[in-house]
């Protein structure tokens, strides 16, 4: 039986080249230019910072929005309707649940903050012209891929000269101000307390556990644009020697989704490269490292308690014994300071991922028709349901993500100005050329190689 949503979910994992007798106009390259640009600031600018007084400013802020201007300028972008409606109710419901806070004199609360929210995530309104997307979509994602191939050969270096007697320096940070890098990330750490070996972070991302991230992501494309054997494998050990296990969750979404896409056989052959690599990394001394990384969540203060388990926690405390909070939440920013003030106490950071920050600060009011405006963002006119699925968990789940615009902004990037949503764009500029079918049915043809 075939349905509306069966007929939008791409036929094969493999995002294609666009057909050859698309028209690729002038100012489809010039967005080219424009998207590749913005990319590579997600990749190797995202640790600079603009000044604002004692304050700062992730530079991919105002980049991208200068991006989006420029794109809107030359007639790149168009208003996606169906978003705006959705951004606008979603700004409208956190503005009244901030003012409920404002108006019961709750501690820890930020007008910047909810500023900073209407702001970050004016560009999704946004999105290409269908035309413009198809051509687009799997050039960008190419050099997406072959950027963080670069990142990974950066994190696979800076790791490996530490095993040859290189002592590890933070090279950026000798290079740029101190005030134009971003504070408060732990961009530098050893791989177990009190070891001269220091996670890779390839130089030029916010921690390990981004470029662990990223390298993932990259690695998904990678698989998704049916690369060369030798980046992936290049990927994979890359997302090794973050030390971080972030990446590797997002890779095991990501593969499951695969699993589901492409059936059993997939499956078997998942798994035996992953048993392989188990088995490499346990003749190695790294494995006592991964082994206790894999054990850590449940020992409060460890890295992957202070990301999986104390802010829900935290914020479960927070909310449960005030209903108006649990409706309203406690205020934006409230999250922020309560993370300074547990570094302050502990020395730590805990990291409030973007679902805890967005409930606790919004409440289910404000935080559900957030969610209303992010999730179809990332899921709606897909052209990768894997893709899809892989942005979403990195965004949700891994990074405190609500208000980093190197987190939310990949996924714009990568994902949602590319959605062919039949009810949100309206292409007054189709461009098709003679004897193509109709826009609406192009809309419902398999995406991926056949």
């Keep these: 039986m075939t349905t509306a949503l069966t007929m939008r979910i791409p036929r094969t994992w493999v995002i294609s080249e666009p057909d050859d007798t698309a028209t690729v106009t002038a100012a489809d390259r010039q967005a080219l230019r424009v998207l590749t640009l913005l990319l590579f600031g997600e990749v190797f600018l995202q640790r600079l910072a603009v000044p604002v007084g004692a304050a700062q400013v992730p530079v991919m802020l105002p980049v991208v929005l200068l991006g989006t201007a420029v794109l809107l300028l030359h007639r790149g972008l168009e208003v996606n309707v ?28 930020s007008l910047t903050s909810l500023l900073l929210l209407v702001v970050t995530y004016a560009p999704f309104c946004f999105g290409l012209h269908a035309a413009t997307s198809s051509a687009l979509l799997p050039r960008i994602l190419d050099r997406f891929s072959l950027m963080t ?62 470029c662990s991230q990223f390298l993932a992501v990259g690695l998904v494309v990678s698989m998704l644009r049916d690369a060369a054997w030798w980046r992936l494998l290049l990927l994979v050990v890359a997302v090794l020697v973050t030390v971080s296990g972030t990446g590797v969750v997002l890779l095991g979404a990501a593969l499951l989704l695969l699993a589901v896409h492409k059936g059993l056989r997939f499956a078997v052959t998942a798994l035996a490269g992953i048993a392989l690599v188990v088995t490499v990394v346990s003749f190695t001394p790294a494995a006592g490292i991964f082994t206790a990384r894999a054990t850590e969540a449940s020992a409060h203060g460890s890295s992957g308690s202070l990301r999986f388990v104390e802010p829900y926690t935290r914020t479960f405390d927070r909310l449960g014994g005030d209903p108006t909070t649990v409706l309203f939440g406690a205020g934006p920013g409230w999250s922020d300071r309560d993370a300074q003030r547990f570094r302050h106490g502990t020395g730590k950071p805990l990291n409030y991922a ?22 179809p963002a990332f899921v709606r006119g897909s052209p990768s349901f894997v893709l899809s699925g892989a942005m979403l968990v990195f965004y949700t789940v891994l990074s405190s993500s609500l208000l980093n615009p190197v987190v939310v902004y990949l996924g714009l990037l990568l994902l949602t100005w590319y959605s062919r949503d039949a009810n949100g764009l309206h292409d007054r500029d189709d461009r098709r050329v003679a004897g193509s079918p109709p826009r609406q049915a192009r809309q419902c043809l398999p995406v991926g190689r056949t």
């Design 82 to 109: 169906g978003r705006t409606r959705a951004y606008l109710v979603a700004m409208a419901a956190c503005t009244g649940s901030a003012l409920v806070a404002f108006s019961r004199d709750l501690p820890d609360n």
């Design 354 to 375: 973007m679902l805890p920050k967005l409930v606790l600060e919004y409440g289910l009011v404000g935080g559900g028709c957030f969610l209303f405006l992010v999730g």
């Design 149 to 210: 191939v670069a990142l990974a050969g950066l994190g696979v270096a800076q790791f490996g000269l530490q095993l040859v007697g290189w002592r590890y320096s933070d090279l950026l940070a000798d290079v740029v101000p101190h005030n134009l890098l971003m504070r408060n990330f732990n961009t530098s750490y050893p791989v177990r307390y009190g070891s001269a070996l220091y996670k890779a972070n390839g130089f030029v991302c916010l921690e390990p556990s981004f």
